[in-house]
């Protein structure tokens, strides 16, 4: 009677005996997401698999128009990518306190450190990847047919006008002082990072 592990979809299923009974966990990286105990271990891994697809169905009729998910599956996938590097955090923590959570790529680089708005976009665009990956996301594409991840963490301020947190007077002025486009973080990651304390 050893442990195992085995794959289902995006999780690792972690089984084994405990105390005279059978337990299995599921994990998306290091990120627990349910526990199951039972008699037998086909009983306990049966039990979650069902458990992670009924999670995965409501959560697919919970995404918005583009496709995001829901507050909490965005905190689960911050959660399984794991520890992000300073730079990441500082632009994340940058989106996330600018007024109407809308920022540059230029104001992106400053809070992170790097040298240019390329830089920003870059590395913006590498943890959006990372982002939708964890979250089944599939983000719009450039004419060129690459993907822009970004989308992940944020989109065009003028997608949903309605979202009570934007004033679009204010976000044209800006956009017209500064001449840069701004991304707004998404209302779900806005409320993810707040759940993680960012």
């Known amino acids: 009677m050893t442990f195992s592990t085995q794959k289902h979809g995006r999780y690792d299923i972690r089984s084994g005996p405990l105390k005279g009974a059978w337990a299995a966990n599921a994990f998306r990286g290091k990120a627990l997401i349910t526990q199951a105990t039972g008699s037998s271990r086909d009983e306990v891994v049966s039990d979650i698999k069902a458990h992670l697809d009924r999670m995965d169905a409501v959560e697919l009729s919970t995404r918005d ?22 730079g990441y955090r500082a632009m994340l923590r940058a989106h996330l306190q600018s007024p109407d959570h809308l920022i540059s790529a230029t104001r992106l680089a400053d809070a992170a450190g790097y040298v240019n708005w390329s830089a920003a976009n870059l590395h ?75």
């Open 65 to 86: 128009q583009e496709g995001a998910p829901s507050a909490t599956v965005y905190e689960q996938a911050f959660l399984a990518i794991g520890e992000l590097n300073e």
């Open 124 to 198: 913006y665009g590498l943890l959006g990847a990372r982002i939708a990956e964890e979250i089944n996301f599939h983000p719009p594409s450039r004419p060129d047919g690459s993907k822009i991840w970004t989308c992940a963490i944020a989109r065009d301020p003028g997608v949903d006008p309605e979202f009570p947190d934007t004033s679009l007077t204010e976000a044209l002025g800006r956009k017209l002082a500064d001449q840069h486009f701004e991304w707004q973080m998404r209302p779900q990651v806005v409320e993810a990072l707040r759940a993680l304390g960012y």
